[in-house]
């Protein structure tokens, strides 16, 4: 064979060795960072994110607190060749300056490519992680993971009916809250009149999820409502004016509420929390709102409550 067909062979080779991008942008359910994944890549069913046929390769699409990139870009901006071998890139995608690394370590006894990027979203931080095994690593090359991450784009929000599908609960009354985020998906939501810009503690606002983490005996509630509600994170010099056995929807439960000092601006707050008991998990539902908002805001939060009801 001629050299020039033989260099022509090893393109077309390369060609069809590299893994092409899909054709849209796929965000995650519940995700509000998105990319056009490698072909080979599906949906994943057990994370939000994307993986191969065999489960090997695993592309991780996340959210992360706001000031993540600011840090991230900070130590990259001042150590501009890295630590420990591993040199920090910046990169321009649809969402804006990423910064990712790549590195090799190890999986157990297993030897693959890890890959870390993040963008700013403005009030949160995306970031997408991936994992090569090493025999991968011919065909999902580095050159391969940089044209993904350069796909990297972010949606303003996640549709209110996608996030809800996540929960493993039904919400069927939302209060007429404005904004509805999971905190974390299929764990937790919160549905706020606030958004992330301006803060949430100045208006009325809901966190709703489940807890594994039980009272090993009845009589071990009141302690730990009271123990659990004076520890909600943010809420500062925690008042106790009322907790007390209830039953929502038939099942045990308990009430307490708090006055307590929240938010940057300190804020004056009466707090609820209603823990349900009853399954593996328990369901933990926390209003907090302004205390001058408080009378017109507490039949918001029963509302929600009351309607919200198991799967199936």
Do not use: C
Not at 28 to 56: A, C, I
Not at 79 to 101: D, F, L, R, V, W
Request: aromatic share 8%.
């Amino acid at each position: 064979m001629k050299p020039s067909r033989l260099l022509a062979a090893f393109a077309l080779l390369a060609a069809v060795m590299r893994p092409s991008l899909a054709a849209d942008t796929i965000f995650p359910q519940g995700v509000r960072v998105g990319l056009t994944p490698l072909v080979g890549l599906t949906k994943s069913k057990t994370f939000p994110g994307f993986e191969s046929e065999d489960q090997n390769v695993k592309v991780l699409v996340t959210e992360l607190p706001s000031d993540a990139y600011g840090e991230i870009k900070k130590v990259f901006t001042e150590n501009p060749q890295g630590a420990g071998g591993i040199k920090p890139h910046s990169m321009e995608t649809p969402a804006g300056t990423a910064y990712y690394t790549a590195e090799t370590g190890k999986e157990g006894a297993n030897t693959v490519r890890r890959y870390s990027m993040i963008v700013s979203g403005g009030t949160f931080s995306g970031y997408v992680a991936v994992q090569v095994p090493e025999n991968a690593t011919k065909i999902y090359t580095d050159d391969a993971i940089q044209q993904m991450f350069s796909t990297v784009a972010l949606r303003k929000e996640v549709p209110v009916e996608e996030q809800l599908e996540l929960m493993p609960f039904r919400i069927t009354d939302l209060g007429n809250f404005k904004n509805i985020r999971t905190l974390a998906p299929g764990a937790a939501m919160i549905l706020a009149d606030g958004d992330e810009a301006s803060g949430f503690e100045p208006a009325p606002f809901m966190i709703i999820g489940l807890i594994g983490a039980t009272p090993p005996e009845p009589d071990d509630r009141a302690r730990f409502a009271q123990q659990t509600a004076t520890q909600i994170p943010g809420v500062r010099e925690a008042r106790l004016t009322m907790s007390e056995p209830i039953r929502i929807d038939g099942m045990p439960a308990y009430e307490t509420r708090i006055d307590a000092i929240s938010g940057k601006d300190n804020t004056a707050v009466t707090v609820v929390q209603w823990l349900r008991f009853g399954g593996p998990q328990m369901l933990r539902i926390v209003g907090s709102a302004p205390r001058d908002q408080w009378p017109a805001a507490f039949p918001r939060f029963r509302s929600v409550r009351d309607g919200i009801k198991p799967r199936g």
